[in-house]
Nanobody, 114 residues
């Protein structure tokens, strides 16, 4: 099954940028597709972005389009989520998910507040 470990969450101000990382281990990283999800307090977990094993194939939620970029580095077994122009509504716990296997990381907290 393997496991995922996220990092990079922080408390930032509106308009700031942040890069999240998700390191995978215990499986063939380059074959896997990954998604980022987030969960705001009192809300359901929602999809943010997906990247497939074909690195050029990506999907974004409407709220992420134009501001967030998902990427991967197979040599480092890492998936990234570059977030720019952060807004208070981006606040939440961000989770990395290995698609098709149901593997989740422990999450990393992002707080956007002035």
């Amino acid at each position: 099954q393997g496991h995922l470990v996220e990092s990079g969450g922080a408390s930032v101000q509106p308009g700031d940028s942040l890069r999240l990382s998700c390191v995978g281990a215990g499986f063939t990283f380059s074959d896997a597709a990954f998604s980022w999800y987030r969960q705001a307090p009192g809300k359901e977990r929602e999809h943010v972005a997906t990247i497939y094993s074909t690195e050029t194939l990506k999907e974004y939620s409407d709220s992420a389009k134009g501001r967030f970029t998902i990427s991967r580095d197979n040599r480092r077994s890492t998936v990234y989520l570059q977030m720019t122009d952060l807004k208070p509504e981006d606040t939440g716990v961000y989770y990395c998910h290995r698609m098709s296997y149901g593997t989740w990381g422990q999450g990393t907290q992002v707080t956007v507040s002035s």
